[in-house]
């Protein structure tokens, strides 16, 4: 039987993308407006409403929640609005999910970790936020595995894609406004194309939507790992420009409202378990994201 989504957030980067992985399937894909996750009573109609549909049209429901506030400086002035949209919104959602016995793909971040690391984080290595978005998203992680058996987070990192902004965007603005660009080193993570990221997820709600019954918590990335440096000579290299007018420097020349994570690189071992296709290079995915005019 084939699946149906309904993907919270799906105007943002990784939403807009989902739809683009689900092909022909039933996607509905609402907008913030559309679909406000801290609006209770919409919440709540909008997964009976999406259920009841899918079941009619003989398709498996599953909930893929894209949505987030994602601005990761602005939360440390901002706690309480972050809070409600990354915690106690996906909580309403997987409460409405259990009801409807309907599975729930919640997407979550690399900085639930404390990012001092010096191997892949594994799904159960201990947590240890350092930043007010790290700490809601993990607040969401909690509330989502606690609302019923058939939740999963799935952890990524270091995304970009056709939609919105993201450093591969700014940085391909940058290198046609400055001779160089000085770009952090010593923050080491994968990069990871919402596009590819989009089709695991869509490969995993199949599997749930199944009855298989993965470890509930999950790392996709892209594989491999670099520095912000790295990638910004990467997406250089793709421009056809010099990469050497990227210039490393490090985490304390620019400093910012909140820490970021020295060490992101997420492993992939318990998707690799789950029976899914572990996602490509990122390296490999950079020049595809070029190759088909994705970004810049
Ligand atoms: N981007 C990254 O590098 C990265 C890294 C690790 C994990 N993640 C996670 O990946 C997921 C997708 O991120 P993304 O990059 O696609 O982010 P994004 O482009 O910022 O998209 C997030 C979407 O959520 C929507 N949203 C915000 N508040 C909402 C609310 N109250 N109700 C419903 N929707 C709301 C936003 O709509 P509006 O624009 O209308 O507010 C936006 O369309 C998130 O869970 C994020 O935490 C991202």
């Not at 609402?30 to 709540?44: F, H, M």
């Not at 290595?125 to 509330?143: C, F, I, M, N, W």
């Amino acid at each position: 039987m084939s699946i149906a989504l309904l993907v919270p957030g799906g105007r943002g980067q990784l939403g807009h993308d989902l739809v683009a992985a689900a092909g022909d399937g039933l996607v509905h894909a609402p907008s913030s407006a559309e679909l406000d996750l801290t609006d209770a009573g919409a919440v709540a109609d909008a997964v009976a409403s999406f259920a009841d549909t899918a079941r009619d049209s003989g398709l498996r429901p599953v909930v893929v929640n894209a949505a987030a506030y994602t601005a990761v400086d602005q939360a440390e002035t901002d706690e309480d609005r972050a809070f409600a949209v990354n915690a106690e919104g996906p909580g309403l959602l997987a409460a409405r999910c259990a009801e409807h016995d309907v599975p729930l793909l919640h997407v979550s971040t690399d900085y639930v970790f404390p990012g001092d690391g010096t191997r892949p984080y594994e799904p159960g290595d201990p947590t240890g936020p350092r930043s007010a978005y790290g700490r809601t998203k993990l607040a969401g992680e909690e509330r989502v595995l606690a609302a019923g058996e058939r939740s999963w987070v799935v952890r990524t990192a270091w995304v970009y894609g056709a939609s919105g902004g993201n450093f591969v965007k700014t940085i391909a603005r940058l290198a046609g406004e400055r001779e160089t660009l000085s770009v952090v080193d010593d923050q080491v993570g994968s990069p990871t194309w919402s596009l590819d990221l989009a089709h695991g997820l869509v490969a995993l709600a199949g599997v749930v939507a199944g009855g298989g019954h993965p470890e509930r918590v999950l790392h996709a990335t892209g594989g491999g790992e670099t520095t912000w440096c790295g990638f910004a000579r990467a997406i250089f290299a793709e421009l056809g420009l010099d990469p050497e007018r990227v210039r490393p420097c490090g985490t304390a020349d620019f400093p910012r409202p909140a820490p970021r994570p020295a060490y992101s690189v997420l492993s992939g071992a318990a998707w690799a378990r789950a029976g899914l296709t572990p996602l490509r290079d990122w390296r490999e995915a950079l020049a595809a994201a070029f190759a088909t005019h994705a970004v810049p």
